[in-house]
């Protein structure tokens, strides 16, 4: 089949096209439509996405920090609950080493319990706040 006969098939069938010598009527009625209407949304340009919002802070919260123990806010109950540091509390800041004294409110904190003492923090993984 050829493209004209192809052509000729669909717009017989589909739209009719109204010739006035050699200008065909059904381009110029499009390019109105387009003006009329705007371009489908595939021809129109395509919006910025948008920043999603940023995450709610869930963490855990460090708000007091004392000679031998710390406290914090739990996210999920809201409430406070105090762990007593030891030598043998292994304490982190943003993944590096650091002391008690290393340790602010504020800060978001991952406590991890001793196995035996559910009051004596066994590791303490603490992160300063994203500004």
């Known amino acids: 089949m050829s493209s004209d ?11 009719p ?12 009625l499009v390019a109105t439509l387009f003006l ?6 595939s ?24 000679l031998t123990s710390i406290t914090i806010n ?8 105090e762990y007593k540091v030891t030598p043998a509390t292994k304490i982190t800041v943003n993944g590096q080493p650091a002391q008690l004294n290393g340790l602010a409110t504020g800060m978001s904190v991952i406590v991890t319990a001793a196995p035996d003492n559910p009051t004596v923090a066994a590791t303490i993984d603490a992160k300063t706040p994203k500004r």
Do not use: M, W
């Open 74 to 81: 739990l996210y999920a109950t809201h409430a406070g609950k």
């Open 43 to 66: 021809v129109q340009a395509k919006s910025k996405k948008k920043t999603p919002a940023p995450a709610a802070d869930t963490s855990d919260k460090i708000t007091a920090v004392h």
């Open 17 to 28: 096209v109204v010739e006035t010598g050699a200008v065909k009527i059904l381009p110029i």
């Open 36 to 41: 009329i209407i705007g371009a489908p949304p």
């Open 5 to 15: 006969f192809i052509r000729h098939l669909f717009l017989s069938n589909c739209c």
